[in-house]
């Protein structure tokens, strides 16, 4: 059994998801969005996801940490602003002692839809069918969240086959 | 009296410089680099930063964190990076209630040497002679944080004249 939290970063909406793998089967135990309001300072916003993140590590006790890796292009100033908010996903992790994992969206996508250039309503769709939800999860940060955490269960597995 | 902590962020070198206003009278109390193997673990680093940095919060009491910000380019990778410790520097100051305040490197030169393209050595040298050291401070990392905490004085004591 091993329990993974997925992060799907971002300063104004994290989506997170906590995965419980047994075998080959596959339970959500949590999913959501951390939500911040935009005319909060960034200091205060980035100090309330760290405690959210620390509240959902304490709950769940979490093996491993699986964030999603954003394509930039040439944004430097999103890229930016992405950073900020991964910086604290990965030092939550670090001060917990859990190892932390990237994934490029196409691997996420590859993972749960066998294909990486699947759209954000077949993600949402296969997310849902992978766990067993009665509806596809929602809003669609917290099914990417879920969606890294299952890439990480899967490639673990992966890892495990072949070691 | 006012205590300033002064941040050049950097996942691998991150600055800090504390300096000590008392009306027109500049003192550095502290001021170094916060150094990370490139071969440890981003999340780690980034606890370690955090630490320290909670460390210097604690030790000085600061009445405000002043970064300097970086300027990218095109570079997104570069500024994902410096992103991922001033996330994390953001955060650290404000699990503390302390206020950050971002100042442009022109803004900072200008601040310490009147042009806000001088060079690096110029740099260190006049934030030496501010702070009446002995020396100018190395390396410049450490240089370019006790700058910045300077330029935050100074624009603090302005804003004072001016309201």
Known sequence: MVIVLGIDPGTANLGYGVVLARGRQLAALDGGVITAESREPLE????????????????HRPAAVAVEDVFFGQNARTAFAVGQARGV????????????????PQAVKAAVCGS????????????????????????????????????????????????
């Open 89 to 104: 996903v990965l030092l939550s992790a670090g001060l917990a002692g859990l190892p932390c994992y990237s994934y490029t």
């Open 44 to 59: 205060r916003r980035l100090a309330r996801i760290h405690a959210r993140l620390c509240d959902l590590i304490a709950e």
């Open 116 to 163: 990486g250039s699947a759209g954000k309503e077949q993600v949402q769709r296969m997310v849902g069918t992978l766990l067993s939800l009665p509806e596809p999860p929602e809003p669609d940060h917290a099914a990417d969240a879920l969606a890294v955490a299952i890439c990480h269960v899967h490639g673990a597995a992966l890892r495990e086959a072949i070691g």
